[in-house]
Structure formats: structure tokens, C-alpha cells
């Protein structure tokens, strides 16, 4: 399918010679711009500095490539979203349970009738844990660990060792300058990370390769994983003459880059086994 880029700009020139104008024009007013289509603007400075230097106050052109080609292509962590939720309501659960112990510790010393209510909001709390997770959950509880829970340890450690116990287990399972346990969604997020880096750069380093067959524009964004944008076509280029028989070219490295992809991911899979299933 055809389609265009298009991009919009505003310039002002600075500097004392033409090209020293051209690149500070650039720099100054554009966003990065990939080298496959510098010339294209450069070309449009070199019109605006012409067009004010004869007086001529115009607004900058658009710039526009037509008849380019679009291709997509995204690299995902399947249920990245549900993987993630599963993390963190094991890690709040867990944070629960370890507050019970506390408060159960607490009430073999002495039978106070908060204790009971706040082992009964804790047990609601885990009982709907395992039915998922909800957007506001996660506040929730740790607004009722941090308001109602921690603020008893102080009083009750001097109930004896049991609960002095209790309370250093909970503490001591806490991630360090945090003040809730954040060990199952850590490790998926430094899964995640490390899966999109290794992506990105493979990625990367496939394309040095294929830009040299024909300059084409592309980018690439991390997320979860990695989704890139390609555009090809004869706008885009000023000095070589555009057929079709590149786009099949590049449709074909996209595809043999996918698979690349995958066996890449595959060959992660026994080291993060233990982390996020994959």
C-alpha cells in the first residue's frame, strides 16, 4: 500500500556561513532527523535562507515524501500485562500475609479486639487477591499497610520475642528503601528489560546492513518489547533510483529479522525461566 511522510518544521537561520545556517537551523528548530532524510531538509533550509535573504517572509514548506511504502512490525512479551498484574498481586499478597503474622503474634500476648478487626480486613484483602488484580488495589493496600499495620510495630515489639520475631521477618522481606515487598514484579521487570534491550540492539545492528542495500527510513520504540516503523520509496532518497524490487528485499529481511527475533528470545528462555515465563 502507498502512502506519505509527512513532516512539518519552522526555521530561523544563525550563524555566519551557509552550511554553518543549514546545520544550526537544523539542530535548532527539528526534532532528530534520521540521515536518510537530511538532504530533503537541508534543501528546504537552503529555500528558507534564500527566500529571507531577498526580503521574502515566508513560511517554511512542508516537508512531504510521497509514493513511500509503510511497513510495522512489533516484537511483544505475550500477556505482558497479565504477567506483570501476577507479580505484583503475589508480592501484595505476600505482604499480607506477612502483616497477619504479625497481628496474630500480637494477639497471643494480648486478646484486643482491633487485632481481630485488622486480621479480618487482612484476610478480605488476600481472599480478593485471588481473584486478580484491580487498577487502585495496589495503593489501596499499601495505604492500609503503611497507615494501620506499621505504625503498631513500634508498641507491640515490647509484647515479647515472638512478635519482635514477626516483625522482623516482615521488615527484613521488604525491598531495600521501599516500604512493601517488590521482589516478583522486579524480576519481570528486569526480564522485560533485559528481552527489549537484547531486541533493540539486534535490531539495530541489522539494520547498519540493510540500509546499505537502499536508504530507507526507520524507528524504532521499546516498550514491553520493541515496535519499529519502516518507510522506502524514491522521495526518500536523492541519488538512487527507487524499484520495487527493494521493498520486496526488505519485506524479505523483516521477515528473516522476525525469526531472528524469536530465536533470540528462544535462546533466553532457560535463563529467565525462573523470572517470567516467556
Known sequence: MRSYLCLQWQLSAAGEDINNKVRSIIKEKCTAIHPTLEWKFQRAALNYLNNESEGKMTEMEEIIFHDVYPLYGLSDIRNSSKLRNEAIREDLAENLELAKEVILSAMKIKDLKVFDELNFRIDRKVDALKFGIDSGD????????NKKIIPLFDHIKGYG????????????????NLSFIY???KSYEESSTKIS?????????EQKAIQAVYPHYFERYKTDGV?????????LV???KFNR???RNIRMWQLMMMCGIVR????LKKELFDQIQI
Open 138 to 145: 495496589e495503593a489501596e493496600i499499601l495505604k492500609f499497610l
Open 161 to 176: 520475642k515472638d512478635v519482635q520475631d514477626a516483625i522482623e521477618k516482615y521488615n527484613s522481606s521488604l525491598t531495600d
Open 183 to 185: 521482589k516478583r514484579r
Open 197 to 205: 534491550g537484547i531486541i533493540a540492539s539486534y535490531l539495530d545492528e
Open 227 to 235: 515496535d519499529h516503523s519502516i518507510y522506502i520509496g524514491g522521495s
Open 238 to 240: 536523492e541519488d538512487q
Open 245 to 247: 524490487l527493494y521493498l
Open 264 to 267: 533470540k528470545s528462544n535462546e
